[in-house]
Nanobody
Framework: DVQLQASGGGAVQAGGSLTLSCATSGFPFDDYAIGWFRQAPGKKREGVSCTSVSAGMTYYADSVKGRFTMTSDNAKNTAYLQMSSLKPEDSGVYYC?????????????????WGQGTLVTVSS
């Protein structure tokens, strides 16, 4: 079974940092794109970052560029999202998901196997 599990969320103050992990199994990690997405209460799910190992590309939403860094450990089939200079508007449930490609950006379109998210709360 294809599985993705996000973890590492928590409560931090504005300006703080967190690193999220996305553990995956059941599919060839190197051949897929992994995306990070978030959803705040009452808002639509939005793309945060996406990386495609095979394509050698990583994309970021404008709102997180320069603050978030997505990396992956292919040996562990795990992707990470390092978040720094956090803002209250970064709060939400963060999910990771897989797709054949990043679609040239961070859109959630086509992504599936959404695992349980991890909650990030940034206080001002």
């Amino acid at each position: 079974d294809v599985q993705l599990q996000a973890s590492g969320g928590g409560a931090v103050q504005a300006g703080g940092s967190l690193t999220l992990s996305c553990a995956t199994s059941g599919f060839p990690f190197d051949d897929y794109a992994i995306g990070w997405f978030r959803q705040a209460p009452g808002k639509k799910r939005e793309g945060v970052s996406c990386t495609s190992v095979s394509a050698g590309m990583t994309y970021y939403a404008d709102s997180v560029k320069g603050r978030f860094t997505m990396t992956s450990d292919n040996a562990k089939n795990t992707a990470y999202l390092q978040m720094s200079s956090l803002k209250p508007e970064d709060s939400g449930v963060y999910y990771c998901a897989a797709h054949l490609s990043c679609n040239g950006g961070t859109t959630p379109r086509g992504f599936g196997s959404w695992g349980q998210g991890t909650l990030v709360t940034v206080s001002s």
